[in-house]
Nanobody
């Protein structure tokens, strides 16, 4: 079955950087676009970045544009989220998700195909 495991979260000071990783298994990774989203308890999800199956297309949420970079290594079944110039408002649980087959975009569906997440906390 689809498994997605995120790592790389932690506590960082405002202005710092972190690199998140998401390792996938249980499906042909290179056939699917991927999503990074974040969520705080009681708050709606916010999609922060998406990347196409081949990695040639990326899109970002307005709040992270210019600060976050999504990339993938299909040989390693891994998608990354490089986060720079972090702000306290970036604090959240970050999840990766597999978009539905044949879809791409910030609003592309992913259903239950998402990982458990990795916590990012940015102190001021």
């Amino acid at each position: 079955q689809v498994q997605l495991v995120e790592s790389g979260g932690g506590l960082v000071q405002s202005g710092g950087s972190l690199r998140l990783s998401c390792t996938a298994s249980g499906f042909t990774f290179s056939n699917y676009a991927m999503t990074w989203f974040r969520q705080n308890p009681g708050q709606p999800r916010e999609t922060v970045a998406v990347i196409s199956d081949g990695g040639d297309r990326t899109n970002y949420g307005d709040s992270v544009m210019g600060r976050f970079t999504v990339s993938r290594d299909n040989a390693k079944n891994t998608v990354y989220l490089q986060m720079t110039n972090l702000r306290p408002e970036d604090t959240a649980m970050y999840h990766c998700a597999r978009q539905d087959f044949g879809t791409y975009g910030l609003a592309a569906p992913y259903g239950l195909n998402r990982g458990q997440g990795t916590q990012v906390t940015v102190s001021s």
